[in-house]
C-alpha cells in the first residue's frame, strides 16, 4: 500500500501574500488541486492523502468570502483527504514528521511525499517514481530530478566521481561549484516507509536556514548503506512555484496545454496566445474562438459556435451554432443552439435562452428566461423574467424588477409585441398575443391579444419651435 504525504505548510513568504501559497490558483484551478488529482491517482484512494498545512486564522476571508485556510479548503473540496498540522513549521524533513505522527502510515510499504507547490507533476512520473524503488531491494528512496537550463533556487543533486549519488544540496548552503550543477531535486519521492520512519527522529536543523530538511534522509540511506535511485524525468514537472513569477510561468503553460488540447479535438482559436482557457472548459468541433477571448470555469461550447473578440464567459453552457459577437460578458448562463448573441450583450446569472434567441447590442439579461426565437435587439434590461416563443422585445425596454425592497417577476407570454421604451413594472404578466404600444407603462396585467397603451396625448404648437428659439435669443438659426 501506499501514502501519499502532500507538504503545503510554511509561510511561503515569496509570494508576499496573505493567501496560502497552494490556493494560488493557476489555468483557474488552486495549485494544491492539481497536486491533489496527483495524489490520489498515486495512492488509489483520499483516505491514503494526507496534507501537511499550518495553523492558519481561519478568520481571514478574502472578499469573494472564499475559505482562505488549506484546511478548510480541503474540507469543502475534498472530503476524506487527511489533514497533519505542522506547528510551526520548520521545513521540509519536520513536515513529513508531522504526518508520520498523525498515524496514517500504519503497515504502509510505500511512502509518497510530494510538494503543494510543484503543480505540473504527473500521476505517470510519480508512479514511475514507486515501480523505481520496488524494483530495487536495496533501495531507500527513489528522487526524481531534473536537468534545467537554470536551476536557480532549487536543491542540487550532488554526485561523486563516479556518478553515484552523494547529497542534495539546498542552493543557500551550496558552494559556487554545486551552484553549478544543473541537474535538481524536484521535491518528489518515494520512501521505503520503514527506512523512512528510521530516519525521520534522526535528522537536524544545523543548516543555513535552521530548518529540518527531508532531503537529509536522502543523505542518511546513503550512511545506511541504502541505496538513493535518482529518476530523472522532464523539466516541465520540475517547476516549482515560489514567487508570482512562478505562479505567471505555471499558468501560461497550463493554459497553453488547454489551448493545443483544443486545437487538437478540432477548434480554431485565432491568435491562441491571446486566448484565456481554464481547465474546465471544453470545446467542441469546429469552433471557432476569436482574439482576446477569456473562457473560464467550467464553460462549455458546442461545434460549430463562434466567440467574437474580446468576450468573457464564465461557468456557462453554449448550444451548437451559436454566434456570440464581440465583447460581451457572459456568466452561469445556457445559451441554446443556434442564438445570436452581441455585440456589448451582458448576460447573467440564470439567464437561459432557447434555440434561436437573439439578444442584441447592450442588452442585459439576470434570471432571464426566454423561449425559442425570442428577440431582443437594443439597449434592454431583462431581469426575474421569463419572456415566450418568438415574442419581440423592442429597443430600450426595461423590467423594472427592483421596487427598492424586493424583487418582482415579470411574465411575457408568446408572440407578444412590446414596443420600444416599454416600462414594465413587475409583477406584471402579458399575456399570449399581446401588443403593448412604444413607451407604455404597463403596471396592470395585459390579457392575450389586447394592446396596452400609455401614453400623454400629443400636443403640436404651430411654429411653437420657432418662438422658443426667439425667446432664448437665438432667433437666426435656421433648420439644417
Ligand atoms: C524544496 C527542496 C529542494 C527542491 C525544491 C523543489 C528541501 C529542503 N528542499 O526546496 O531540494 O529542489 O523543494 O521544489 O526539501 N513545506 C512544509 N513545511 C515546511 C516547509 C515547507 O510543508 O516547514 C512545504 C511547502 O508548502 C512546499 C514544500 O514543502 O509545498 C517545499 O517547501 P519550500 O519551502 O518551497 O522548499 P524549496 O525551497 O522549494
Ligand atoms: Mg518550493
Known amino acids: ?133 520496488k524494483k530495487d531491494k536495496k533501495a531507500a528512496v527513489a528522487v526524481l530530478t531534473a536537468t534545467l537550463e537554470d536551476p536557480t533556487g532549487y536543491g542540487r543533486v550532488v554526485r561523486d566521481k563516479k556518478k553515484s549519488f552523494v547529497r542534495i544540496r539546498e542552493e543557500k548552503d551550496s558552494s559556487n561549484g554545486e551552484r553549478k550543477i544543473r541537474e535538481i531535486n524536484t521535491g518528489t519521492y518515494a520512501f521505503d516507509r520503514v527506512f523512512l520512519e528510521k530516519a525521520l527522529p534522526l535528522l537536524t536543523s544545523k543548516n543555513s536556514q535552521s530548518e529540518f530538511y527531508l532531503t537529509d534522509v536522502l543523505s542518511l540511506a546513503r550512511k545506511a548503506g541504502r541505496r538513493v535511485v535518482l529518476v530523472s524525468g522532464d523539466p516541465s514537472s520540475a517547476l516549482g512555484v515560489n514567487s508570482r513569477a512562478d505562479l505567471a510561468r505555471v499558468d501560461s503553460i497550463l493554459r497553453r496545454r488547454n489551448a493545443d488540447a483544443a486545437m487538437a479535438g478540432g477548434a480554431t482559436l485565432l491568435h491562441p496566445e491571446t486566448i484565456t482557457l481554464d481547465e474546465g472548459v471544453a470545446l467542441g468541433t469546429d469552433v471557432v ?24 464567459v464564465r461557468d456557462t453552457v453554449l448550444g451548437k451554432n451559436v454566434t456570440v459577437k464581440p465583447y460581451c460578458v457572459i456568466e452561469s448562463a445556457v445559451v441554446g443552439d443556434g442564438a445570436i448573441v452581441g455585440p456589448f450583450a451582458r448576460l447573467r446569472e440564470g439567464t437561459e435562452l432557447a434555440e434561436g434567441v437573439h439578444i442584441g447590442n447592450f442588452v442585459e439579461t439576470k434570471k432571464a428566461v426566454l423561449g425559442k426565437g425570442a428577440k431582443a435587439n437594443h439597449l434592454t434590461y431583462l431581469g426575474d423574467t421569463e419572456i415566450g416563443e418568438r415574442t419581440n422585445v423592442g429597443a430600450g425596454v426595461i423590467t ?27 409583477p406584471v404578466t402579458i399575456g399570449d398575443g399581446a401588443l403593448i404600444a412604444a413607451g407604455t407603462t404597463v403596471t396592470e396585467d395585459v390579457p392575450p391579444d389586447a394592446l396596452a397603451l400609455s401614453r400623454a396625448p400629443q400636443t403640436n404648437i404651430a411654429a411653437g419651435g420657432a418662438k422658443y428659439r426667439t425667446l432664448r435669443g437665438a432667433g437666426k438659426k435656421t433648420r439644417a
Open 1 to 133: 500500500m501506499t501514502v501519499v504525504v502532500l507538504l503545503a505548510a510554511g509561510r511561503g513568504v515569496r509570494m508576499r501574500s496573505e493567501r496560502p501559497k497552494v490556493l494560488h490558483e493557476a489555468a483557474g484551478r488552486p495549485l494544491l488541486d492539481r497536486v491533489l488529482d496527483t495524489a490520489k491517482a498515486v495512492a488509489g484512494r483520499s483516505e491514503s492523502v494526507i496534507v501537511v498545512t499550518s495553523k492558519e486564522d481561519s478568520s481571514k476571508k478574502d472578499s469573494s468570502k472564499e475559505e482562505r485556510t488549506v484546511a478548510a479548503h480541503l474540507k469543502a473540496n475534498h472530503p476524506g483527504v487527511r489533514i497533519a498540522i505542522q506547528d510551526p513549521p520548520r521545513g521540509t524533513g519536520d513536515a513529513v514528521r508531522a504526518a508520520a505522527a498523525a498515524g496514517v502510515f500504519g503497515k504502509a510499504t510505500t511512502v509518497v511525499v510530494l510538494s503543494g507547490d510543484v503543480p505540473l507533476l504527473s500521476a505517470e512520473a510519480v508512479k514511475g517514481l514507486v515501480d523505481a524503488l
Open 400 to 426: 423594472c424588477n427592483y421596487d427598492g425592497f424586493r424583487k418582482h417577476r415579470t411574465t411575457i407570454g408568446r408572440d407578444v409585441f412590446v414596443g420600444s421604451d416599454a416600462q414594465l413594472v413587475a
Open 289 to 312: 474562438v476569436e482574439p482576446f477571448v477569456a473562457l473560464l470555469g467550467k464553460t462549455t461550447v458546442g461545434s460549430g459556435s463562434r466567440i467574437g473578440q474580446g468576450c468573457v
